[in-house]
């Protein structure tokens, strides 16, 4: 697989189907970024859209100092708190599409491992936009502190802030409603 650095030299040379393979690369974790923050699927397929496309219009803008997904998940964090910022009503807990794809196929043991899952995604959600994009890209997409600092431009304390009260918030959602499950934070 060809490293991000020459894909987007060829992007920056005319070869604009080159983006195309940075997309399909990152589709999924920036979607996943703008889900946690949006918790509305189409707003969240909309916010990664045009994450794709600030980011190939600003693709001349960005310095290889930081990693190339660090760059594009500040873009998707900031797009989709732009999202809610426009958005004129609060959503109610209707509106909000809960269903979770994927296959429990596999025996019992990836049947009870793809619940607790699926449950954990759910407490997630309900933690405050920031808070849960923070937890999942820490948690799921496994950034470190400094990456979030990156992603989310917020600094190093404020980060460690968020991430502990997000901590903190989803134990209390978990103890709350899924008394049933344990959880090691």
């Not at 940075?22 to 990664?48: H, M, P, W």
Request: net charge negative; with cysteine.
């Amino acid at each position: 697989m060809e490293a991000d650095g020459p894909l987007i030299e060829r992007v920056l040379a005319g070869e604009s189907q080159a983006f195309g393979l940075l997309v399909g690369r990152y589709q999924d974790q920036i979607y996943s970024v703008c889900f946690s923050t949006l918790k509305n699927r189409d707003e969240a397929q909309e916010a990664a859209q045009d994450t794709f496309i600030k980011a190939y219009k600003a693709l001349d803008r960005y310095k290889a100092e930081s990693k190339f997904s660090s760059w594009l998940y500040r873009i998707a964090y900031n797009t989709s708190l732009d999202y809610i910022r426009k958005r004129k009503h609060t959503q109610s807990i209707d509106e909000i599409d809960y269903s979770l794809g994927g296959s429990t196929e596999g025996g019992d043991h990836l049947m009870e491992k793809s619940e607790l899952h699926q449950r954990l995604l759910l407490a997630i959600q309900e933690l405050p936009p920031e808070e849960a994009a923070i937890i999942r890209m820490f948690y799921l997409e496994e950034m470190n502190i400094k990456e979030l600092e990156q992603s989310t431009g917020l600094s190093n304390s404020n980060v460690k802030v968020k991430l502990y009260r997000g901590r903190k918030k989803l134990a209390e959602i978990i103890k709350t409603r899924y008394a049933d499950i344990e959880f090691d934070l």
